[in-house]
């Protein structure tokens, strides 16, 4: 073999599968968007809930196909920071914002249930 054969499967084993693909429509990648934003400005002081907030808010800022969802790759900890800004937001929502609230819960059911979320561990 070659070291060009030899570097071949080294790039594909290292290659970083997502763990999860989230779909949203537009509305509900707009309001992730805006709970992942405010999970950054809240979470300032912790670099590394930032760091992944920050590769999630830029999958959510990728523009889908025309007429298609958007696919969102998440990796477990990327899962878990999704899954806290939406419930942070949901429940700072008041009652007239029903529409909303419907929207992040759908966003939720979409994502694996808070026991799976709960032991994803974020160093």
Do not use: N
């Amino acid at each position: 073999m070659t070291d060009a054969d030899t570097s071949q499967p080294e790039t594909a084993a290292s290659a970083v599968v997502p763990a999860y693909h989230l779909l949203l429509d537009a509305r509900e990648r707009t309001i992730a968007t805006r709970a992942v934003r405010l999970l950054i400005s809240d979470e300032a002081h912790h670099p590394e809930i930032r760091k992944i907030a920050r590769e999630v808010l830029s999958e959510l800022e990728r523009e889908p196909p025309p007429g298609e969802q958007l696919t969102v790759p998440l990796s477990p900890p990327g899962m878990k920071i999704t899954h806290t800004a939406v419930k942070l937001l949901l429940d700072d929502l008041r009652r007239e914002q029903a529409d909303e609230q419907r929207t992040l819960r759908a966003i939720l059911d979409k994502l694996p249930d808070e026991h799976a979320i709960r032991a994803i561990l974020i160093e």
